[in-house]
């Protein structure tokens, strides 16, 4: 599994992770193999949050004899936010989860509660060993910016952004600022959460026609143009084992400059929005 440093916290993480959004409607079996079959495929990078539901006790259940393998990260919701309100939830976290740290902790989004107070509340948990780093999640340029003020350089691990083939927004400022500031770009949503391209329009037998030529699929191809820039992972969901499997082995999948060249003009970045679109 292709791996690179994951931004200032500089250990190696899988480009291609594991999201858990409602994994828990999947069947809860079927849920737990999928995420194991996709640690075993390399995929020890694993994305959840304190808001998706069960998804932090399915997670339990599968890396419990495989915890030392994982890239564990979860996410506070804003409104928990406040320094003592990151501690509580984070501890609830770490007991769902059945484990004594986070390798990331993220602030789900901008909230209402000053983030110098977030910081802080992340830096006495980095501290007390609860997380070995903490990240953001959905910060454009201004937001991050302000972080970086209150937390000073090297401190910020990632962003977790909105990022696929019809949704490049974060490319214009986004991605730049984190690539300058050392920061990694974990791109959520890649398969569009269900809407991917249609295969009959002309973006879908583009994207056929390069998972062929590869010996692949057009989920694969997807992934490996979403992690062809520098500091980039993400962080693809399935409730199912195979398409794990699959997914897992687009970070072998080199896509040629030509195969780039033709996604990115069937998937065009487009203009730069007013505000970074979010799910
Ligand atoms: P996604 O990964 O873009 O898409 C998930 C959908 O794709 C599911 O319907 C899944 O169905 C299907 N799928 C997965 N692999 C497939 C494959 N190889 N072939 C065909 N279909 C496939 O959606 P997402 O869950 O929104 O995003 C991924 C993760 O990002 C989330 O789970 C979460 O961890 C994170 N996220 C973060 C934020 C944030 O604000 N920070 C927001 C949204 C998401 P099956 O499960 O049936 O396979």
Redesign the pocket.
């Known amino acids: 599994m292709y791996a690179r440093s994951f931004g200032a916290m500089r250990v190696s993480v899988p480009v291609i992770g594991q999201?858990?959004?409602?994994?828990d409607s999947?069947d809860r079996t079927d849920a737990i193999r999928?995420l194991r079959a996709g640690i075993d495929a390399g995929m020890t990078h694993i994305?959840?949050?304190e808001m998706?539901g069960d998804a932090e006790a399915i997670v339990a259940a599968a890396i419990a004899d495989c915890r030392e393998e994982v890239f564990l990260v979860s996410?506070v919701v804003p409104g928990n936010a406040t320094r003592r309100g990151v501690a509580r939830a984070c501890e609830a976290s770490l007991r769902r989860l059945r484990t004594d740290r986070l390798d990331s902790y993220?602030l789900?989004?901008p909230g209402q509660h000053p983030l110098e107070e977030t910081i802080a509340g992340f830096e006495d948990l980095r501290r007390a060993g609860k997380i070995l780093s903490w990240g953001v999640?959905?910060f454009d340029v201004e937001d991050l910016d302000r972080a970086l003020a209150i937390a000073g350089p090297d401190r910020i691990a990632c962003n977790?952004?909105?990022y696929?083939l019809n949704e490049r927004a974060i490319e214009h400022a986004v991605l730049p600022w984190c690539e300058k500031h050392g920061v990694a770009m974990v791109g959520?949503?890649?398969?569009?959460?269900?809407d991917?391209p249609d295969p009959a329009s002309a973006g879908g037998r583009v994207l056929a026609g390069i998972a062929q030529s590869h010996g692949t699929?057009p989920?694969?191809v997807a992934l490996a143009f979403l992690t062809r820039l520098p500091g980039t992972f993400t962080?693809?969901?399935?409730?199912?084992p195979d398409?794990?499997i699959?997914?897992a082995g687009a970070a072998d999948l080199h896509l040629g400059a030509a195969e780039i060249a033709l996604i990115d003009a069937h998937f065009p970045r487009g203009p730069r929005p007013r505000i970074l679109p979010?799910?």
């Open positions: 999201g858990t959004w409602h994994i999947s999928a994305d959840t949050a998706y996410k993220l789900h989004w999640s959905n977790q952004v909105l696929h959520y949503s890649p398969f569009g959460s269900g991917f699929t989920y694969a962080i693809p969901k399935t409730g199912r398409r794990a699959e997914n979010m799910l």
